[in-house]
Nanobody
Framework: QVQLVESGGGLVQPGGSLRLSCAASGSIFSTYTMGWYRQAPGKERELVAAITSGGSTRSADSVKGRFTISRVYAKNTVYLQMNSLKPGDTAVYYC????????????WGQGTQVTVTS
């Protein structure tokens, strides 16, 4: 019912910036949360940041002050502006979407690779 397509990943040097985008399409409910998770080799998937339909946000401590999540609700699109990137940010980044007031269903994108290296 819902498809998520990420874009914006790539290779960047430490200290650089990237902006990830995720566009949702399909039968989307009126109020929903969108977020970004990431998974590095040998690690579990972790929350990076999320934003509700009302604009409330939360983010991982490791990215606070460096990453900013935002959305354009009318376009069902969420962005992750990543600044001051570190090698530790290297991971596959996944977009997800869920209802604001329910834990399910959850939809996932296919992931986009972010690699931070000199």
């Amino acid at each position: 019912q819902v498809q998520l397509v990420e874009s914006g990943g790539g290779l960047v040097q430490p200290g650089g910036s990237l902006r990830l985008s995720c566009a949702a399409s399909g039968s989307i409910f009126s109020t929903y949360t969108m977020g970004w998770y990431r998974q590095a080799p040998g690690k579990e998937r972790e929350l990076v940041a999320a934003i509700t339909s009302g604009g409330s946000t939360r983010s991982a401590d490791s990215v606070k002050g460096r990453f900013t999540i935002s959305r354009v609700y009318a376009k069902n699109t969420v962005y992750l502006q990543m600044n001051s990137l570190k090698p530790g940010d290297t991971a596959v980044y996944y977009c997800n979407l869920r209802p604001d007031w329910q834990a399910r269903p959850v939809y996932w994108g296919q992931g986009t690779q972010v690699t931070v290296t000199s």
